[in-house]
């Protein structure tokens, strides 16, 4: 079954500093990889999605995530964090095509500091 | 350009009651899916719908059902409430073409059972 991990349940960073969240995934084949964010009380934003292609993904706010098959990781990044950035992120995977059935990690929340 | 959309956005149902959320997605999407999302935790996949009918289904019991309607928007009704049921329910909604679908979601509506 597939299966995502986010190891990291709370990350702190300071404004301006560099951040990476790990990701990483259990299934067969190559999945469909998503990012989303997810502010107190909000739904999810997505943030960046991988499909095939150009490993390294470009997202929205300054996001970017890398796919790393032979790590099984999908791991998101960002050079320069801003304070608008604390919130709760979510990696997922989805097998195959037409199917909604998105299996997500427990979240990692990030904390910025002044 | 209407994201997905979702009513009610809070409401509180007694234990054994029924409740019924709605959903439109995002316009040109014709594939809705409903997720459970629990206080500190990644969503859960309850079912998927295409051409008004259920594709796929996660791991919930009967007392969860669903409908999508011609014009693609849909409806999770929930029996027989328990006071697990309580959670953030998020609809999301997606194009299906063929290839690896993008998945938005709306902000979610928020049920307390008491």
């Known amino acids: 079954a597939q299966s995502v991990t986010q190891p990291d349940i709370h990350i702190t960073v300071s404004e301006g500093a560099s951040l990476e969240l790990r990701c990483n995934y259990s299934?067969?084949?190559?999945?469909?990889l998503f990012w989303y964010v997810q502010s107190p009380g909000q739904g999810l934003q997505l943030l960046l999605k991988?499909?095939?292609?150009?490993?390294l993904v470009q997202g929205i706010k300054g996001f970017e995530a890398e796919f790393k098959r032979s790590q099984s990781s999908f791991n998101l990044r960002k050079p320069s964090v801003h304070w608008s950035d604390a919130a709760e992120y979510f990696c997922a995977v989805v097998k195959g095509h037409h199917n909604n059935d998105m299996r997500f990690g427990a979240g990692t929340r990030l904390t910025v500091k002044p | 350009d209407a994201g997905v959309t979702q009513s009610p956005t809070h409401l509180i149902k007694t234990r054994g009651q029924q409740v019924t959320l709605r959903c439109s997605p995002k316009s040109g999407h014709d594939t809705v899916s409903w997720y459970q999302q629990a206080l500190g935790q990644g969503p859960q996949f309850i079912f998927q719908y295409y051409e008004e009918e259920e594709r796929q289904r996660g791991n919930f019991p009967d007392r969860f059902s669903g409908h999508q309607y011609p014009n693609y928007s849909s409806e999770l009704n929930v029996n027989a409430l328990l006071l697990g049921d309580s959670a953030l329910y998020l609809c999301?909604?997606?194009?299906?073409?063929?290839?690896?679908?993008?998945?938005?979601f709306g902000e979610g509506s928020w049920l307390t059972v008491v």
């Open positions: 299934y067969g084949a190559t999945p469909y």
């Open positions: 999301a909604s997606s194009l299906w073409t063929g290839a690896g679908n993008t998945i938005y």
């Open positions: 991988y499909f095939s292609g150009d490993t």
